[in-house]
């Protein structure tokens, strides 16, 4: 949305006051309201001054007290997410190797590739280059 586009907007006073009664609730964050409706934060703020149940009675709330604790829980769900994947590819490895390990013994062929050994005969110069006829 370009900048005269949210200049011109108009948001009406009732989905103002839903946006901050979902505020005191915790339902949503400032931060979350300002990038869905592309909206200042200043602008949030106001809103709470103007609509806010706990302004009127004179008590004081954090509107975003939930949300670190919110970001904790879904990057723990993540973490166990990214963990679950790993120990599938950990089997999957293991598989192979196993797999690997079983086929080398019963055909008696070296199947890995061995990096400790001295260089394939494709590697190198031939000697070929720069001698003329």
Known sequence: MSVKERINRN????FKRKKVNELERNLVTVAEVCREYQVSRT??????????????KNLKQVVEAKSDSRKL????EELKELQRIIG?????????DKMIALAEASYKIDIKKKFSGAPSFGIG????AGKSK
């Open 11 to 14: 948001f009406s006073e009732d």
């Open 43 to 56: 602008s949030v703020s106001k809103w709470v001054y103007l609509y806010s149940i706990m302004r009127k």
């Open 73 to 76: 829980l879904q990057m723990k």
């Open 88 to 96: 599938e590819k950990q089997v999957k490895i293991d598989f192979q």
């Open 125 to 128: 110069s031939t000697g070929k």
